[in-house]
């Protein structure tokens, strides 16, 4: 009966061990389970309360008593690659490579190690529990350890490409590829890290390689597809796409890709019935949502697309939808509705304040309420003081209003911040060439403005008015018809009209005119034309 006594106590005290453990585990007692599961596996030979005892320490991130645990396991069940893999990963965490790289042999040598995925985990846990440095050096020491082994130098060229360091990480993917040539995963990782680089065409042959050895990879086919999008090559792209969904019907992600590339092909109704496939799928909701609205509004189905737009209400699209919406708003003439909605998408997305002030100014300025734009404008300016694009479209509202000193005022702010901004100066010269007022002055601004900006229409509009108002009627020409011909603008025709009037070129004055009228007979300037020279529209 003696013989019976230790075996028994013990059986007993590991059956305590162990029921102590599961019921401080369930009153969240993690510590105590921990405590109980450790004592149980150091007494026991069953790996199982190792592995327990494992997961819990991880759990409350205890590294010492998981290292005792670990060891446990890895001592109980030698063959178990989970437990060797946890291993490694506790080791490299604790700083101790050479017992790290002891766990990486033995993992090595087991014939279901899952060597890929194990090393893809690694890869995320370095990655986020090291520092960029320590990482690259566990993997170059791994690598130099086991050179043959392909999953390693994958997984360190995964690192390195998560770590920007692009070179090496094409060199690893390159010696994983010498090993196992036809590893289609391997293929895409170093078609990623080159497009990386800026070499979308070797990327692409990369895919393409990969593909010959993978022929029935969906993934790589979609990943070939957005190469060729990206080349601009839009049919191939389509049947490969069509390749895709022809052998998987349900693959939502080529559907959302070729309904993109309808779209970009001007395939509005094949787009739509994509993307209406789209609506029941969670990942791709809102998207589809998003791109429903944008072919109604280019179809001019306002009421249609504002509804689409509508029914976004989260995901990456948000704010676009939003700011679509309202330009649904806008063209519906639904004006109080859309100022509405601009000051709670303001609130909203208060990083995006300055965009939806210039907006709803641009609103207000084309519907001629410059008193409101300029309010608005000035409440901006207050929220966001100094900020030049407010000040620079202030000032262009102040013209409106006559007021040329808060005009010139925010002007000069904006060229005190940046003395080579050509619009400012640009802007600021052409209201005192308007003026016919300190013409010197107005030279010094579009002598600047027109070397940043040699070609552009309304600079060239600027300095040919100047000009004209200097007395240089043939160089006003030379300038003011280069404008012309660049942008049949209705405000560049009536400025270049008056000066071929001026200089007895009547016939041509009359013929650029009567093309300015038809363009836009309410603009200003034109208005302006037809009450200085009656004579020319009898």
């Known amino acids: 009966m003696k013989t019976l006594t230790k075996p028994v106590a013990r059986e007993s005290e590991l059956v305590y061990l162990v029921l102590a453990a599961e019921l401080a585990g369930q009153r969240g007692q993690y510590d ?8 149980a596996a150091r007494k026991s030979r069953d790996p199982k309360l190792a592995e327990r005892a494992t997961q ?19 001592e109980r069940d030698p063959k178990q690659a989970s437990a ?10 604790a700083g101790q490579m050479d017992q790290a790289l002891a766990q990486f042999r033995a993992l090595l040598a087991l014939p279901d190690a899952d060597l890929e995925d194990t090393l893809i985990e690694l890869v995320k846990w ?34 390195a490409s998560d770590k920007g360091e692009q070179q090496l990480a094409l060199e690893e993917t390159q010696r994983a590829l010498a090993l196992q040539p036809d590893w289609s995963r391997a293929r895409l990782l170093q078609a990623q890290v080159m497009s990386q680089m800026g070499d979308s065409e070797a990327a692409r042959r990369a895919v393409q390689k990969a593909l010959k050895s993978d022929p029935d990879n969906a993934r790589l086919r979609l990943i070939y597809s957005q190469f060729l999008i990206k080349a601009g090559d839009n049919k191939a792209a389509e049947k490969e796409l069509l390749r895709i969904l022809d052998k998987e019907p349900h693959n939502q992600d080529a559907r959302f890709v070729h309904a993109g590339v309808l779209m970009e092909m001007g395939q509005f109704g094949r787009a739509r019935e994509e993307f209406l496939k789209l609506t029941d799928t969670a990942k791709w909701q809102s998207q589809a949502f998003f791109y429903l609205g944008l072919i109604e509004a280019r179809r001019d189905r306002l009421e249609d697309s504002l509804r689409w737009f509508d029914k976004v209400t989260a995901g990456p699209l948000l704010f676009d939808a939003k700011v679509n919406a ?10 109080p509705e859309a100022r509405q909605r601009l000051s709670e998408v303001r609130k909203a997305f208060p990083q995006e304040a300055l ?32 900020q030049t694009e407010l000040l620079y479209s202030r000032a262009l509202v102040a013209e409106q209003l006559g007021r040329l000193d808060v005009l010139e005022s925010d002007l000069r702010t904006v060229l005190e911040k940046n003395p080579n901004d050509p619009n400012a100066l640009n802007a600021l010269g052409y209201t005192l060439a308007d003026r016919n007022d300190r013409l010197q002055e107005a030279k010094d601004y579009l002598d600047r403005a027109i070397e940043l900006k040699p070609d552009d229409p309304a600079v060239l509009d600027s300095y040919g008015w100047l000009q ?30 008056e000066v071929l009037w001026e200089s007895g070129k009547r016939q041509e004055a009359k013929r650029i005119w009567k093309e300015a009228i038809k363009k836009n007979p309410d603009q200003e300037d034109i208005q302006r034309i037809k009450m200085r020279y009656r004579d020319a529209f009898k």
Do not use: C
């Open 326 to 335: 309202i330009t649904a708003l806008i063209n519906l003439k639904r004006l």
């Open 355 to 386: 965009r939806l002030y210039l907006l709803e100014a641009e609103l207000l300025s084309k519907n001629k309420d410059y008193e409101g734009a300029f309010d608005l404008l000035t409440e901006a300016l207050d929220e966001l003081p100094g």
């Open 84 to 93: 060797h893999r946890i291993a490694a990963m506790l080791f490299l965490k």
């Open 56 to 74: 819990i320490a991880l759990y409350l991130k205890d590294t010492d008593k998981a290292l005792e645990a670990v060891r446990l396991w890895v």
């Open 468 to 497: 004209y108002r200097l007395g240089n009627y043939g160089s006003a020409l030379t300038y003011l018809r280069r404008a012309y011909q660049s942008v049949r603008d209705p405000e560049i025709g009536a400025h270049l009209g």
């Open 126 to 159: 370095l990655d986020s529990e090291v520092s960029k440095e320590q990482g690259l050096r566990t993997m170059q020491r791994l690598s130099e350890e086991f050179p043959k082994v392909a999953e390693l130098h994958f997984a360190y060229a995964l690192l």
């Open 32 to 39: 105590i389970a921990l405590q109980n599961y450790l004592e």
